[in-house]
């Protein structure tokens, strides 16, 4: 069982810069997707980017690409998604989630993280 931990939220200032980092847990294979959602308030999750574990493949929502940048660490289990330029509209809570196989994007994830606030003033 796979087990996700968001950090690096916070409130920042419109054009400024946040990194956020998702620490997993348990067996991860090279299949494995990462990726990272957002929620607004009254609005849908979304999918904001996604990476594949083996490989440098990535997806990015339109509303993202050029300034979010997603990564990983494969020596320390992480995934970090690179802010720049943030937006108000940016603001949501950034969760972390993971799937056992399959395409970046569209597709179900398994596993998922609890979340962190980012917020963006304009």
């Known amino acids: 069982q796979m087990q996700l931990v968001e950090s690096g939220g916070g409130l920042v200032q419109a054009g400024g810069s946040l990194r956020l980092s998702c620490a997993a847990s348990?067996?991860?294979?090279?299949?494995?997707?990462m990726g990272w959602f957002r929620q607004a308030p009254g609005q849908d999750r979304e999918i904001v980017a996604a990476?594949?574990?083996?490989?440098?493949?990535?997806y990015y929502a339109d509303s993202v690409k050029g300034r979010f940048t997603i990564s990983r660490d494969n020596a320390k289990n992480t995934v970090y998604l690179q802010m720049n330029s943030l937006k108000p509209e940016d603001t949501a809570v950034y969760y972390c989630a993971a799937r056992r196989f399959g395409s970046l994007w569209p597709g179900q994830y398994d596993y998922w993280g609890q979340g962190t606030q980012v917020t963006v003033s304009s």
């Open positions: 990476i594949r574990w083996n490989d440098d493949n990535t």
């Open positions: 348990g067996r991860i294979f090279g299949s494995y997707v």
